[in-house]
Nanobody
Framework: QVQLVESGGGSVQAGGSLRLSCAAS????????MGWFRQAPGKERERVAC????????FYVDSVKGRFTISQDNAKNTVYLQMNSLKPEDTAMYYC???????????????WGQGTQVTVSS
């Protein structure tokens, strides 16, 4: 049974950092791609960062490039999103997602976690 469980959200002041974790079962190597998405109140869901498991290739939305880093630790079956220099506009519910295919920079993700809230105050 596939399960994705996020953790690491919280409240932080602008300029601060958070690291989100996504524990994947049965394992991260089950999937071709894993990604992080976010959704702020009243806004559409946005693709934030994705990683192609076999190659480690990463993809980012322009607004987080240079500030966020996605990584995958197959020994721990966990995907991380390191978020630095956080801005109030990063405030959203963040979701981990996974898919079997290799088209990582897409919305075709099959499995989703329950989400973890990130709030950035100015």
């Amino acid at each position: 049974q596939v399960q994705l469980v996020e953790s690491g959200g919280g409240s932080v002041q602008a300029g601060g950092s958070l690291r989100l974790s996504c524990a994947a079962s049965p394992s991260t190597t089950t999937f071709g791609c894993m990604g992080w998405f976010r959704q702020a109140p009243g806004k559409e869901r946005e693709r934030v960062a994705c990683i192609r498991g076999r190659t480690g290739t990463t993809f980012y939305v322009d607004s987080v490039k240079g500030r966020f880093t996605i990584s995958q630790d197959n020994a721990k079956n966990t995907v991380y999103l390191q978020m630095n220099s956080l801005k109030p506009e990063d405030t959203a519910m963040y979701y981990c997602a996974a898919t079997f295919g290799n088209a990582c920079w897409s919305d075709n993700y099959i499995y989703w976690g329950q989400g973890t809230q990130v709030t950035v105050s100015s």
